[in-house]
Each structure stands twice: as structure tokens, then as C-alpha cells.
T-cell receptor
């Protein structure tokens, strides 16, 4: 199973950038790093994934360390709608979730 | 259409009842999943189906019985549940099991209360 370490909670102010870290020191060379988030009263939703190089999409950016043992999800301008629990995993063959980070966004 | 539809949204049942949860997707995905989520906890994987065959059972009690009658449909049959089984039950699908870059799509869940 994927073993990941994330802070339990983080806070951000609205319209400021947020950097959500994840440690995945036992990742293998072919594992993709995936991020999902779960908004209140909803199922998890895909955010972004990557293998080695940094990735960008309309929701977020993913910065992957050179040794791939850690990654950072970047929300460039947090909004109130980004308040959620964010999960990282690196074994998306069968998605198993760690505890995740609960992000609070303050107006 | 990237939707996974779960019905019902809410379910209340007694410990002697038999009920079923239903999950449907029309994305052509051949891997489907059941998860259980307790309040303030991450989802826990229960079952994985690949090409309509059960691939993973995470030591789930037999009072939970999954079924995948076709590639679009996944059921979870419930019988003789306990109050501690009250939780949010989530269904998900992905393109193929074994594609490590494959994205999972989740339904909104069925909130189950066992009295």
C-alpha cells in the first residue's frame, strides 16, 4: 500500500497561494503521484497527477522533488470553494487513501 | 459524461433488513470500486472489480455482498448490518485496473444509517 505523510490541517487566506506538502519516501520509479480532494458532502475528485516533472492544469500545479520522495500541490489563488480534504497517493492502481490534509480557507 | 451515479442518496435500515446500493457509470470503465467512509476519516477500500470479476476483497464481513452484473453497474447488497456499519458508501470507477496513471471517478455516495 502507498504510504504517505501529510499535515493534518492547513489554513490559507482567500486569494493567496497554498502549498500542500506530501512525503512519499517509499515510492517506486514507475509510480505516478496522484492528488484528489474531497469537498464537504461530496465524493473525492481528481485534482492532478504526475510522474517526474512538474505538472500544471486548470485546477492546480504539482511540484515533484527531484528524488520523487515528496511532492507539493500548489493552489495558486485559494478560493472558499477550495476548502476540502486533500489526499495524495502514489499507488493509484487501487486507490487507497491516507489521512489527508484538511484545508481551511479564510475570507 | 464523467459521472458516477449512486442510488439511493440516503438509506435508513434496521439490523434485520436486506437492502442494496447501486452504482452506475457509462464511461466504458472496466474497474469499479466500493469504499466505506466514516465521519472525519478517509475512505477505506472495500472491494475492487476488474472486468466484472472480483479482484480485491479487503477482508470485508460477509454481511456486505458485492455484485457486478455488467460493465456499467455495481451493486452492494446489505444484510444483517450492525449500527457501526453506518457510514458513507462511495463507488468509483477507472479506465482499467493496472493503468497506474488512470484517474478514478467517484460518485457522491450513499449515506447509510443502521438502526
Amino acid at each position: 500500500d502507498a504510504k504517505t505523510t501529510q499535515p493534518n490541517s492547513m489554513e490559507s487566506n482567500e486569494e493567496e497561494p497554498v502549498h500542500l506538502p506530501c512525503n512519499h519516501s517509499t515510492i517506486s520509479g514507475t509510480d505516478y503521484i496522484h492528488w484528489y480532494r474531497q469537498l464537504p458532502s461530496q465524493g473525492p475528485e481528481y485534482v492532478i497527477h504526475g510522474l517526474t516533472s512538474n505538472v500544471n492544469n486548470r485546477m492546480a500545479s504539482l511540484a515533484i522533488a527531484e528524488d520523487r520522495k515528496s511532492s507539493t500541490l500548489i493552489l495558486h489563488r485559494a478560493t472558499l470553494r477550495d476548502a476540502a480534504v486533500y489526499y495524495c497517493t502514489y499507488n493509484n492502481n487501487d486507490m487507497r487513501f491516507g489521512a489527508g490534509t484538511r484545508l481551511t480557507v479564510k475570507p | 459524461d464523467t459521472e458516477v451515479t449512486q442510488t439511493p442518496k440516503h438509506l435508513v435500515m434496521g439490523m434485520t433488513n436486506k437492502k442494496s446500493l447501486k452504482c452506475e457509470q457509462h464511461m466504458g470503465h472496466r474497474a469499479m470500486y466500493w469504499y466505506k467512509q466514516k465521519a472525519k476519516k478517509p475512505p477505506e477500500l472495500m472491494f475492487v472489480y476488474s472486468y466484472e470479476k472480483l479482484s480485491i476483497n479487503e477482508s470485508v464481513p460477509s454481511r456486505f455482498s458485492p455484485e457486478c452484473p455488467n460493465s456499467s453497474l455495481l451493486n452492494l447488497h446489505l444484510h444483517a448490518l450492525q449500527p457501526e456499519d453506518s457510514a458513507l458508501y462511495l463507488c468509483a470507477s477507472s479506465q482499467r485496473r493496472g493503468l497506474i496513471y488512470s484517474i478514478q471517478y467517484f460518485g457522491a455516495g450513499t449515506r447509510l444509517s443502521v438502526l
